[in-house]
């Protein structure tokens, strides 16, 4: 086998080479968007009319979404398996609601590596680890 030698000296000819090799981002050409709630207010009490479509849309478990949404807003409420609703308590607004959603999404759903919503969470022990399906990454998260 020959080796042409002007080949390990030439800068542009490797660079093209090792672009070549390189396997091609997987894109999708979607962009990750952040699911809206439909509230409705009875009394002093906020129902989320959707909340089974919006953990489904992000992946994870309702009691885990509403676990995170009671423990931030340190209210109580209840979860509606039956009909997909979530019950909160307090009056909430919806903005506060959508802030509360997008920091979900930012600790425990998108991959700091690659910044793909391609996780899942799984438990090791007593530490939950964010793992992307995607990259390969795992990252602990802070359990809640």
């Not at 490797?14 to 981002?25: D, G, M, N, T």
């Not at 989320?48 to 931030?72: G, K, S, T």
């Amino acid at each position: 086998m020959e080796i042409d030698e002007n080949l390990f000296y030439d800068y542009e000819r490797l660079l093209q080479r090792l672009y070549e090799k390189v396997p091609k981002p997987a894109s999708s050409g979607e962009r990750f968007e952040l699911p809206k709630f439909q509230l409705h207010y009875v009394g002093n009490q906020t129902i989320v009319r959707n909340f089974r479509e919006v953990a489904d849309r992000l992946r994870r478990e309702p009691e885990m979404l509403q676990r995170y949404i009671l423990r931030e807003l340190a209210t109580a409420g209840n979860y509606d398996q039956n009909g997909g609703i979530l019950t909160i308590n307090t009056k909430i607004s919806s903005s506060t609601l959508t802030q509360i959603l997008e920091r979900f999404v930012a600790n425990y759903l998108i991959c700091p590596t690659c910044g793909r919503p391609d996780t899942r969470i799984i438990k090791r022990g007593k530490t939950w680890i964010l793992k992307c399906d995607a990259c390969g990454a795992e990252q602990p998260v802070k359990p809640f």
